[in-house]
């Protein structure tokens, strides 16, 4: 069992991100850290840096860096934060190679919860933002649904699935933003850090896109 579970690591780990150099600039790549500083048992600082591209890596859509203080409601659990990110966007103007950058400043609340249901563990995030985009404000609500499988009993070097759901949702027309759908596999190291590497589907209102995501976890 341990041996196939290592070759599905392994090819997914290898063939997917050559797999995004064959596609159109539509199957794009995102490289995600999420770390988090434990300060005792109730407060955290939380950090994070993603870099997103329309390709592989040499073609920047968005630089995204986010971070914020949190407390624990009940312990290691019930997590509320408050926190700050910058997002850099560069997007492609109609029917021309020319980008524009947008520079948005973003201040966000949020509730984490986690729970168990048998071997599966799951996360629920509510986070509400107050974004300042250039010369315009706007404000939305996301809720997010996460999964995590284990595939081995093992606490460190070993294996899991990650699914999730999130959707957007605007305060002022049109309400629906996005909604993405992620699916991936994982491999914890040990309970400080894990990384994982999926597939992500994000749906707007008139199309959607495609991304594949390699994203760190560190826990100190």
């Given at each position: 069992?341990?041996k ?8 997914l780990l ?6 995004t ?8 790549n ?47 659990n ?33 509730f ?35 999964i995590?499988?284990p ?70």
């Amino acid at each position: 069992m341990i041996k196939r579970i290592n070759m599905v690591a392994l090819t997914l780990l290898l063939v997917l991100p050559f797999f995004t150099f064959a596609q159109d600039s539509n199957f794009g790549n995102w490289l995600i850290y999420i770390g988090n500083k434990k300060l005792n048992t109730k407060w955290n600082i939380h950090n994070e840096v993603q870099y997103r591209s329309y390709n592989i890596i040499d073609d920047l859509e968005q630089l995204l860096i986010r971070t914020g203080v949190g407390y624990n409601l009940t312990e290691n659990n019930n997590n509320i934060l408050l926190g700050y990110g910058y997002i850099l966007s560069q997007n492609y103007s109609d029917e021309s190679d020319d980008k524009i950058s947008i520079n948005e400043h973003r201040i966000f609340q949020q509730f984490t919860t986690k729970q168990t249901v048998g071997s599966l563990g799951l996360s629920h995030r509510y986070r509400f933002e107050e974004r300042f985009i250039e010369d315009d404000f706007k404000m939305r609500f996301r809720y997010f649904l996460g999964i995590n499988v284990p595939l081995t009993k093992k606490e460190s070097n070993s294996y899991y699935l990650s699914v999730y759901n999130e959707i957007f949702l605007n305060t002022e027309s049109s309400v629906f933003d996005r909604n993405r759908v992620y699916g991936g596999l994982g491999y914890k190291v040990n309970k400080s850090l894990r990384i994982e590497a999926g597939y992500m589907n994000q749906f707007f209102e008139t199309n959607n896109r495609d991304q594949f995501n390699i994203i760190t976890y560190l826990n100190f």
